[in-house]
């Protein structure tokens, strides 16, 4: 079995969809299969790297003139074609007569473009962009969605079809507990970090809530001295404005595009993880979270229903008061945060193993290539 793993683009950025193919990669071939990723390299791009801007367009150039005929070559000589991100879906017309399997982890970008994601607008490039996304999904032999609420977005966009399927995203970086010793060197420079501390990570955006988070922990804040630890983007003005309001700016320490490492050893050191996101495709974040034996308060949106089940704390976005008594919980009691922690272990060691989604994938890849 031959398999070709198409990557993403080094100057998108897309640190996840990376790490994902890497795992993919490294999976199969543990299991025989012979496979390779294929990723657009930097010609033009190499001119000015930018995700931005002119640097963005010479990507393009590179991303969607010269890699389809590099794609097309290779595509030639295996069995499978596998596009490891849906926002790449647009190279399925370049795979020949190979079959090609597409994971979709989530239509945001393309809800975006559609309108029905406020804080995703796209430009007229962009709208273009994504319609080409969808006929690339329609193009695609097969169509894995990485949740069961995924597969319903897709199906509603693209039409009743039954080249979908749900495979789910399985843990694709070793986060994992560490030693206390191991935790507090990797955060030797965020010497802030003084007392159990309640951990969001994440951006601003308006799906990810953090005026909720912000919200809810002035409410902690008043029944303890925890901190708030924000990774992932800056705070923005306004959401900063929000927390000296609220009086607890002084609280709050950034971690500004942590390292996986450090993310490692803040789920590892935090009292509680906080995620009350308005939407997502999978959430990668709360597994990881639960890997490395961190409690975790989450929304009740249909994904955390589906990958945590009873292994955490959900609450409807609407009860702030319920968030606030459950995060207040894991701050103060040592025994809540055990049982969280047994519960969560078992919840990722059950169902979210890397080995169980690539072979999965692999049940795909033998029904491609060899069709009945």
Known sequence: MRVLLVGNYAFDA?????????????ELSRDGIDVRILAPKPVLGKLKPSATGFGKWLGYLDKFVLFPFTLRRAAA??????ICDHSNAMYSFAAGSTPVL?????MI??????GEVPDCPASFFGKTLQRWVLRGLKRATRVACVSQYT????RRLLGPDARLVTVLNGLVYPFQRLSEDEVERRLTSLQALDRPFVM?????LMRKNREAVLRVFAHVAEQSDAQLVIAGQPLSTELKQQAESLGIAGRIVEVAHPSVEVVEALYNKAAVLFFPSRYEG??????????????????NIPTSIEVLGDSAKLFSLEDEAGMAEAVTGYVKDPSARAAARSKGLDNVRSRFEPARMTEQYETLYQELACPS
């Open 282 to 299: 999978f959430g990668w974040t709360l597994i990881e979270a639960q890997a490395c034996g961190c409690p975790v308060v989450a929304s």
């Open 151 to 154: 597969y319903q977005d897709v």
């Open 77 to 82: 000589r295996v069995d499978v074609v596998h």
């Open 102 to 106: 597409a994971t979709c982890h989530d």
């Open 109 to 114: 970008a393309v809800r975006g473009a559609l």
């Open 200 to 204: 969001h990570i994440g951006s601003n």
């Open 14 to 26: 897309t640190t996840s969809m990376k790490i994902f193919a890497d795992t993919m990669c490294r």
